[in-house]
T-cell receptor, first 113, second 115 residues
Framework: GNSVTQMEGPVTLSEEAFLTINCTYT??????LFWYVQYPGEGLQLLLK?????DKGSNKGFEATYRKETTSFHLEKGSVQVSDSAVYFC????????????FGAGTQVVVTP | DAGVIQSPRHEVTEMGQEVTLRCKPI?????LFWYRQTMMRGLELLIY????????DSGMPEDRFSAKMPNASFSTLKIQPSEPRDSAVYFCASSFGGSWGGELFFGEGSRLTVL
């Protein structure tokens, strides 16, 4: 079956530091890949997505590239802010799945001033 | 535009009581999902509907859980009887799309505590 594995948190870093959150997946077909973000007390919000191999998703300074050869979709940001403190979820969706998402466990990111 | 609306935001109940969680999806969306979030198990998909029809309920933990979507603008998740292990945050999400689906929009969640 499908699965998503992401690095455990919490990840603690200082403002303006570089952030990487690793995500790898297992899928039977050709999934679409997503990063969702959850701020404290809120629901999840789509951060970025990529629908085919070598696609790069980007939003709010975050980027992730769909790497089929390594089955990875690592999230990166060059200079984090305190406001980026949140839980980040990697997820996949297979075609013909009606949008059903398989989520990773989530990685908490804490950015300190 | 209003997002996905869930109620109640918080519910505290005693073991054995019936719990009903409600969700109003975004107008025009044709898929609706119920997820459960716990520290131990993360985000689990319980059930999802397309055009008000349940497509996959394999994530529903047991017969105590049931979900309905009587129309395109309303869904309920019911737990009867509730147990302490049902304590979690329950999220409803909706999307618009065909078999591929589309971006999921999440509500703010219903935090359930069963004593």
């Amino acid at each position: 079956g499908n699965s998503v594995t992401q690095m455990e948190g919490p990840v603690t870093l200082s403002e303006e530091a570089f952030l990487t959150i690793n995500c790898t997946y297992t899928a039977t077909g050709y999934p679409s890949l997503f990063w969702y973000v959850q701020y404290p007390g809120e629901g999840l919000q789509l951060l970025l997505k990529a629908t085919k191999a070598d696609d790069k998703g980007s939003n709010k300074g975050f980027e992730a590239t769909y790497r089929k050869e390594t089955t990875s979709f690592h999230l990166e940001k060059g200079s984090v802010q305190v406001s980026d403190s949140a839980v980040y979820f990697c997820a996949l969706s297979e075609t013909d799945s009606w949008g059903k998402l398989q989520f990773g466990a989530g990685t908490q990111v804490v950015v300190t001033p | 535009d209003a997002g996905v609306i869930q109620s109640p935001r918080h519910e505290v109940t005693e073991m054995g009581q019936e719990v009903t969680l409600r969700c109003k999806p975004i107008s025009g969306h044709n898929s609706l999902f119920w997820y459960r979030q716990t520290m131990m198990r993360g985000l689990e998909l319980l059930i999802y509907f397309n055009n008000n029809v349940p497509i996959d309920d394999s994530g529903m933990p047991e017969d105590r859980f049931s979900a309905k979507m009587p129309n395109a603008s309303f869904s309920t998740l019911k737990i009867q009887p509730s147990e302490p292990r049902d304590s979690a945050v329950y999220f409803c999400a909706s999307s618009f799309g065909g078999s591929w689906g589309g971006e999921l929009f999440f509500g703010e969640g219903s935090r359930l505590t069963v004593l």
